[in-house]
């Protein structure tokens, strides 16, 4: 059993990890502990790590990125010292599974306004990550956990760009797990959305691989250098 801590501000997409539970190995387990706040406490780490939790993950894609490339650092160190876990986020985990998938150039498909893409985008760049082109869509939370296949897929085509090699999509609380197949092969490429990437985050803190076509191929890949 391996068991990866999430940590998740308010209730937008939580969904999506139950659905990535089933469509992964039968013995991963994705815990979520709502922290009510915008940043998580002792207390909220220590129920996770009681929990068996083997990795913790800040699961707020703006809630990490939004302190800057430094800030995000000192973020998970703080976690990872109040929990006695290895810890990451997902602005973290994009930058980890952009690398993972040897991309030299990203296109951003993000239903924030643009202030939040530019700060988005401004993280990537201090990663050392080149970001062709980036798509601010204005949207509200509470209209982006409504959204379908359909208006996911039409994000995805305005972000999109001929130079990027991966195309992210950035909203922690945008559903897309049910869509990812559907995603990479409208754009021929790999998608790597906030679910996507904070699950597999937590497993590679983990030391945990896991091969699963359904997911994108950032989970593919994993396979692949499995049975290499």
Known sequence: ???????IPGHSAEEDYPRLEVLLDSDIRMPVVHTGTAEPSEENIAELRLGGAESVLWASTRGSFG??????????RELARAGGLPASSTSLG???AVRKLGAARVAVAATYPQD???RFTEFLR???VEVAAAHAGGATAAEVAGWGEAEVLALARAGDDPRAEVV??????????????????????PVLTATQVTVWEGLRLADRRTWALKVGRLFAQDGRESDA
Request: charged letters at 20%; hydrophobic letters at 40%; aromatic letters at 4%.
């Open 168 to 189: 992210l999509l950035p909203d922690t609380a945008l559903h897309t797990v049910a869509h990812l197949p559907e995603l990479e092969e409208t754009l021929g490429k």
């Open 1 to 7: 059993m391996t068991t990866v801590g999430l940590l």
């Open 126 to 128: 201090a990663a050392g």
């Open 94 to 96: 994009f930058v980890n």
């Open 116 to 118: 939040d893409t530019d």
């Open 67 to 76: 302190r800057g490339w430094e800030g995000a650092h000192q973020q998970i």
